[in-house]
């Protein structure tokens, strides 16, 4: 779900789009693929994954390089409780978390 996303906003926004995924061929072809440290300097991340696990864990390796000001916004599926605690701990470094899922 997240190449076709990263393809779309590419082509229509006109900015530069990272896309990271752990099995590259996924976004081969799509946009530059980058490192999960590549795309946690971005400005701006969107996190397009599978469920509660994996926003975890990616959730978790971003706040290791958050900063003032980043937006990570989370288009995947996970419990309330999950955002609130990403939410709570990007605030705590100055940084901003939505809650987006795409349903």
Not at 69 to 82: A, K, N, Y
Request: glycine share 8%.
């Amino acid at each position: 779900m997240g190449a076709p996303m990263c393809r779309n906003l590419a082509r229509k926004s006109g900015a530069h789009v990272l896309a990271f995924d752990k099995e590259p061929r996924e976004v081969e072809g799509v946009l530059r693929a980058a490192s999960l440290q590549d795309a946690a300097r971005a400005e701006i991340v969107f996190l397009s994954l599978p469920g509660e696990p994996e926003v975890r864990a990616i959730g978790t390796a971003l706040l290791e390089h958050a900063r003032p000001g980043q937006v990570v916004v989370d288009c995947s599926t996970s419990p309330v409780s999950l955002a609130r605690e990403l939410y709570r701990a990007f605030g705590e470094k100055g940084a901003h978390f939505a809650d987006a899922p795409v349903a």
